[in-house]
Nanobody
Framework: EVQLVESGGGLVQAGGSLRLSCAVS???????IGWFRQAPGLGREGIAL????????YYADSVKGRFTVSADSAVNTVYLQMNSLKPEDTAVYFC??????????????????WGQGTQVTVSP
């Protein structure tokens, strides 16, 4: 059974940094890991992804240049380094796994497995 566990959320001041982790277990095939976030009252937004196997990456415009996604295959963990955080980055952050690496996107319905989410709060 595939399981994803996020960690690393918390409270940070604007301009600060946080690193989120997504530990993946139960899957040995190639896959894509997407990072999503959901702010109160809003829909879920896909912000970054990385493809296991060729390490392709993609970022949404809202985080490009500030967030970096990376992976450590040795420990089956994907990271989201978030720098220059803004109050509008406040949200619950989720990682999700898409077992299809042929068609890659940040559309929610492409992702079969989801973590429980971790809260990120950025104060002004």
């Amino acid at each position: 059974e595939v399981q994803l566990v996020e960690s690393g959320g918390g409270l940070v001041q604007a301009g600060g940094s946080l690193r989120l982790s997504c530990a993946v277990s139960g899957s040995t095939d190639d896959y894509a890991i997407g990072w999503f976030r959901q702010a109160p009252g809003l829909g879920r937004e896909g912000i970054a992804l990385i493809v296991r196997g060729d390490s392709s990456k993609y970022y949404a415009d809202s985080v490009k240049g500030r967030f970096t996604v990376s992976a450590d295959s040795a420990v089956n963990t994907v990271y989201l380094q978030m720098n220059s955080l803004k109050p509008e980055d406040t949200a619950v952050y989720f990682c999700a796994l898409d077992p299809d690496t042929v068609v890659i996107s940040l559309k929610e319905y492409e992702y079969e497995y989801w973590g429980q989410g971790t809260q990120v709060t950025v104060s002004p």
